[in-house]
């Protein structure tokens, strides 16, 4: 009978790589990959979008967990294989749903990825180009700082005045620089002139909130911007931040840990919710059968649920179908986690497999609340040549007012 | 220790078959397929390593596999989900896993025929929900039935909470597809419930832990979705009113799906009246009529037996946690572990008093509270709970003198050992506690006659034979 080769869990005496120095966040990631260890039951595999793309045990948070605890015993070396399962995951926690022991999984995959990035583990083809240009442009698409308020030519005069201004439109980078996607800024910020809003924006001062470094575990760079932006967010002295990127969203509410005390941040979805309601009769009616993607970052990270449908049930003639997975159930887009940049296929696939669901509801377009949905989604329409329209509720939400109350002012 | 040459040859072989992408050999890859979830000494977790694992989609992959593996020898696990609580798949003699995760499609559904055709790598809840579409169900749930797959469940002879009704796994196989150990292909008949021809080949392979060979497909009986579903749930003083209400209601006529009795903690939480610690409830489904006319029924003798009806709601909320709770049951600082013994139901307080109060209490082993008396409520009768492992080597020492002696208490009543886990490492070496050396000398006969050089799973289910038996 063949013995195994690997003998009996002995520390392997070339790998060197044992956890070091350990902040709070890698402690809590291995006490995760600890309890996981001890439990292995799986259940994150089932709905999970990259392992069911993937079908292999080590692509599942389990996966992720059993190689981190064996990680920081040195059992393993943080090799290749070891970072493309670190970088195998959306961060979606559609897992944590159904984890009765409540393990935070996301968080602790991001912890992972910080504890590769700080001992100098090579990145991942793509990431290293959304890296550098964090660094050197403070975006990660590697556009100027200027390129930033190219989509808002017609509200250059909405220049936050400290002090003054009420309200902030912080707009972020992907829907400031993916040309694809302007009408969504746009929608929202002649929503908001529509309303009466006081609002202003950073325009080309405005800077990364951090998130693509944060969830790929570049932790100091992330540091980084965050302070950066957090002061120049709080210089604006503003009551009120609105962004319509979700990513951003969760980044400044969760991410930044004093920012949340001192000003309101709202999503646009909560925003547009709270002054649809006085504004109800300049909506006109949009003829049409959609259903709504829960971003995850919105949905399950920041549970909100609520606020966008409530808008797309205000738009009179829209009729609101859901998908066969939706709020907190809802299946990830494939856009999330640094999925797209390193393994574009599988991301797309995923995109395809959601956009498949929102078709089986018989809906003309399917709307959702973060840039990052919108650009998996309709990517996937595009691949697969479907008649399904991929829109942000910001821009489903000036069509309405445009051919109502927009078209008087 | 394994020939790496040969390893090395053997690897590029099926590399080479199979394609790069279904072959794992380095040492990040195969952390997941170093245990199961089976409870082994604190610091084993990573104690054996399987050499290589495979992942093939189709019967012909899983031949290569075991032709190349049969040729030298090479001990195989086949895998299913990977949850399995005795250690099925913890590769202690090394060799090759043949995860079948990839084999997860549905090769046929048959409406006028009520069968399923799937390969065995698909979950249960992904078969329910094609089968949804068809307007047809396997009626096959159990606590990981978001995990478990076809073939796993088969393999374990599994549990499903609708067996009263519509059986469990081991009822539903009309035929299988295996990949015996010399790598030939077994079909073992045609895909029919009933037939007086021949051996009942499928049923040697259910329970069999893969020591027989490997499941590459399967044909299910199925049922078409009933047209009405409800639970009835009533809340007792204790566990033991609950069980009153439980053996009455098994010795009526009425069909219900599946039911369990049990303690309830936090019973506030689920619209328990205060000082009723007891559940009991049924899941009752079938035409509109009929349902109705049970659900009645069953109101009546919760009434007659002192219990206090739940709303619907509640009702539904705690049927659902049966599958909920199954998740991240283990991920929990204090080790502990659960059984699934079976006992006579007449048998069922002594079984219970001597097993908290004598057999767990003298080894020092406490129950998890609120899992110490539970029944599943049907004819399996499966009664069981949680205990705590004692903590250090000598808790371990302990433990396993407990787990012996529980399953001393179980057979000695009458009873199995192990009523839906499966025997795997955790109860192999006391099976002779349920069956006569005798039984057990078939059982290795039949292994012998089927895997001659034991490569399948080896070290699982049948224990070593005694040296002075003849």
């Known amino acids: 009978m063949l013995a195994a080769s690997w003998g009996s869990g002995i520390m392997n005496p070339a790998c060197s790589a044992r956890l070091g120095n350990m902040d709070s ?77 409540g393990l935070k999984n996301a968080q602790a995959t991001e912890a992972f990825r910080q504890y590769l990035v700080d001992h100098g583990i090579p ?79 950073l325009l080309e001062q405005e800077t990364c909130c951090g998130s693509t470094a944060k969830r790929m575990g570049h932790k100091r760079l992330f540091e980084k911007l965050r302070e950066e932006n957090e002061k120049s967010l709080r210089e604006a002295r503003v009551k009120t931040i609105v962004t319509a990127c979700s990513g951003c969203f969760k980044t400044l509410k969760q991410d930044y840990p004093e920012l949340d005390k001192e000003v309101q941040i709202l999503h646009s979805t909560e925003y547009l919710a709270s002054r649809i309601k006085d504004h109800r009769q300049e909506l006109a009616p949009v003829k049409m059968k959609v259903t709504y993607h829960d971003p995850c970052h919105l949905g399950r990270y920041m549970k909100i649920y609520e606020a966008p449908r409530e808008i797309l049930r205000s738009i009179p003639g829209l009729k609101l179908v859901e998908m066969s997975s939706s709020r907190e159930l809802s299946r990830c887009c494939g856009g999330g986690g640094g999925v797209k940049t390193a393994y574009p296929e599988i991301s797309l696939a995923i995109a395809k497999t959601r956009l498949k669901e929102a078709e089986a509801t018989g809906a003309d377009a399917l709307i959702t609340a973060c840039p990052f949905c919108v650009q998996s989604l309709r990517a996937a329409a595009e691949a697969t040549g479907s008649k399904m329209e991929v829109l942000s509720l910001e821009v489903l939400v000036w069509r309405s007012l445009s051919q109502g109350g927009g078209q008087r002012n | 220790m394994i020939d790496r040459v040969l390893l090395e040859q053997i690897r590029a072989h099926l590399s080479n078959v199979l394609g790069e992408r279904k072959v794992l050999w380095e040492k990040t890859d195969l952390l997941p397929y170093t ?113 478990a797959t076809v073939g796993g469940s088969i393999s374990t002879a599994g549990f499903s909470r609708k067996h009263q009704k519509y059986g469990t796994i081991s009822d539903r196989v009309m035929s299988l597809e295996v990949v015996l150990a010399d790598g030939s292909v077994l079909r073992t008949g045609p895909k029919v419930l009933y037939t007086s021809t021949g051996y009942r080949l499928p049923q040697l392979f259910i329970g069999a832990e893969g020591t027989l060979g490997v499941i590459t497909e399967a044909t299910l009986r199925v049922e078409p979705l009933p047209e009405a579903k409800a639970v009835v749930l009533g809340f007792y003083d204790d566990f033991w009113a609950a069980n009153e209400a439980a053996q009455r209601t098994m010795a009526t006529s009425v069909t219900f799906v599946g039911g369990e009795a049990y303690e309830l903690l936090d019973g506030g939480a689920w619209g328990a009246p205060p000082g009723k610690n007891g559940v009991f409830y049924v899941a009752l489904e079938g035409t509109k009529g009929e349902v109705e006319a049970q659900v009645a029924f069953m109101r009546k003798i919760i009434n007659e037996t002192g219990g206090v009806l739940a709303s619907e709601e509640d009702a539904l909320r705690l049927f659902g946690k049966y599958t909920e709770q199954w998740c991240g049951a283990r991920a929990r600082p204090e080790i502990d572990n659960c059984f699934t013994t079976v006992v006579p139901m007449e048998k069922l307080k002594e079984y219970y008093d001597r097993l908290w109060n004598d057999v767990m209490a003298k080894r020092g082993v406490l129950h998890v509270p609120g899992v110490k008396l539970w029944l599943d409520v049907g004819r399996y009768r499966l009664a069981g709970g949680r205990y705590f492992i004692p903590q250090g080597e000598e808790g371990w020492t302990e433990y396993q003198k407990a787990a012996r002696g529980q399953a001393e208490l179980a057979t000695s009543l009458g009873g199995s050992i192990s009523g839906c886990h499966g025997v795997g490492l955790e109860h192999r070496d006391y099976l002779d506690l349920e069956y006569s050396e005798v039984a057990l000398d078939v059982m290795r006969s039949i292994k012998k006659a089927l895997d001659p050089d034991n490569i399948m799973n080896p070290g699982k289910m049948i224990p070593a034979r005694k040296r002075n038996h003849h």
């Open chain 1, 25 to 101: 966040e890698l402690d809590a990631a291995i006490k995760t990959s600890e309890m996981c260890s001890l439990c292995r039951c799986g259940c994150c595999k089932d709905e999970c979008p990259m392992y069911a793309e993937m079908l292999e045990e080590s692509i599942s948070p389990k996966g992720r967990n059993v190689l981190f605890r064996a990680l920081s015993q040195g059992l393993v070396c943080p090799d290749s294989r070891a970072v493309r399962i670190a970088y195998s995951c959306l961060l979606c926690k559609r897992d944590e749903i159904s984890c009765s022991a």
């Open chain 1, 123 to 201: 990145m991942l083809p793509g990431h290293d180009v959304l890296v550098k240009s964090l660094e050197n442009y403070r975006n990660p698409w590697q556009e100027s700082k200027a390129a930033r308020k190219r989509w808002a030519k017609e509200f250059q005069d909405r220049r936050v005045v400290p002090g003054k201004t009420k309200t902030l439109f912080y707009v972020g980078c992907t829907y400031a620089l993916d040309r694809s996607l302007q009408e969504s800024p746009r929608a929202l910020a002649r929503a908001m002139e529509l309303f009466g809003e006081d609002f202003g924006m």
């Open chain 2, 35 to 147: 245990k199961d979830t089976f409870r082994n000494p604190r610091g084993e977790d990573f104690r054996y390593w399987p050499d290589l694992v495979v992942l093939p989609e189709t019967t012909a992959e899983v031949q290569a596999v075991v032709r190349a593996a049969a040729k030298h020898k090479i001990p195989l696990l086949p895998k299913g989900g990977g949850s399995n609580r005795t250690g099925m798949l913890v590769p202690i003699h090394g060799g090759i896993v043949i995860d079948t995760i990839r084999m997860n499609r549905v090769v046929e559904v048959s409406v006028p025929d009520l069968y399923v055709t799937v390969q065995p790598g698909i979950t249960l809840k992904e078969v329910e929900n094609h089968l949804a579409g068809y307007g047809l169900a396997l009626n096959q749930e159990q606590g990981s039935f978001k995990v």
